[in-house]
């Protein structure tokens, strides 16, 4: 039987991130697994279906984190030197809700995340 391995999802989560490390956002990783491992719907994992746990667990801390860090606010120098307040992309959190919608949508049938069916649906709006 296989298992979520989380120094894997922190690697993934790293890589996803565009980080050196995941040491600093060990509680965003851990939250992102415990989501993915509530989920199943089955007792034993193939390591095919660990793999894409972990991807989906990588995914969803990476969406936190872009979450996070499109509500800080960052010092920004306009052309004439005037200092204001801005917050990051918010294509960035477009971006990882994304990927986390792909990584949830390969675990179809060994997991139940609520609202992600909802969440799948687009509207004309959104095309």
């Known amino acids: 039987m296989a298992s979520i391995n989380v120094e894997h999802v922190a690697d993934l989560f790293a890589r996803i991130c565009g980080l050196s490390g995941a040491s600093a956002h060990t509680d965003l990783v851990s939250r992102a697994v415990i989501k993915i491992q509530k989920a199943l719907t089955v007792d034993e994992l193939t390591s095919a279906q660990a793999v894409s746990c972990e991807y989906a ?10 979450l996070e860090q499109a509500s800080c606010e960052d010092l920004v120098m306009s052309e004439n030197g005037m200092i204001r307040k801005g ?37 004309e709006d959104e095309e």
Do not use: N, Q
Request: include cysteine; hydrophobic fraction near 45%; glycine fraction near 6%.
């Open 57 to 66: 667990a990588a995914c969803e801390a990476a969406y936190e984190y872009a």
């Open 87 to 123: 917050a990051a992309d918010p294509k960035s959190v477009k971006s990882a809700d994304e990927l986390r919608r792909h990584a949830f949508a390969e675990l179809s049938g060994i997991a139940k995340l609520s609202g992600f069916v909802f969440e799948a649906v687009g509207t």
